[in-house]
C-alpha cells in the first residue's frame, strides 16, 4: 500500500497537467515546472524536464485532434519552422541565464499569462 501511495500523487499529477495542456493548448507546462522543483529539481532541470514531460502528452493531444478533425495541420505549417527556431534558441538561453533571472522570467510569464485571461 506505501508503494502504491508513493505513485499516486505523481500519477495524478501527470492526469491533471495532461488534461490542462489539452483543453487550453498550454499551460501544462506552467504545472509541470512547479512540480518538479517540488521533489527537489533545480529551476533550470524543472523546465528542461517539464519539455519531456509536455512533449508526448502535446503530440497525443495533436493526433487527437487531428483524427477529429479539429485541426488542419496547414494553419500551423507557419509556426513550424520558427517554432523550431525558437526551441534551438531556447535551448542555448538556458544555459546562459542565471536560475534567478529564469525564475523572474517564468514567473513574468505566468503572471501576463493570467492577465491576459482575465482581460479577455
Known amino acids: 500500500m506505501e508503494k502504491f501511495k508513493k505513485y499516486l500523487n505523481p500519477a495524478l499529477s501527470g492526469a ?3 488534461m490542462v495542456n489539452a483543453l487550453f493548448g498550454a499551460g501544462g507546462g506552467m504545472l509541470t515546472v512547479p512540480k518538479l522543483k517540488k521533489i527537489g529539481m533545480s529551476q533550470k532541470a524543472a523546465q528542461a524536464n517539464a519539455i519531456s514531460v509536455i512533449l508526448p502528452i502535446t503530440v497525443i493531444s495533436a493526433i487527437l485532434y487531428l483524427v477529429r478533425g479539429d485541426v ?7 509556426y513550424i519552422p520558427t517554432g523550431l527556431i525558437g ?11 542565471s536560475s534567478v533571472w529564469l525564475k523572474r522570467i517564468f ?4 503572471i501576463y499569462a493570467g492577465v491576459r485571461l482575465i482581460m479577455r
Open 87 to 97: 526551441a534551438l534558441l531556447g535551448t542555448f538561453c538556458l544555459k546562459k541565464i
Open 107 to 110: 514567473g513574468g510569464f505566468m
Open 16 to 18: 491533471v497537467i495532461g
Open 72 to 78: 488542419k495541420i496547414t494553419d500551423a505549417f507557419i
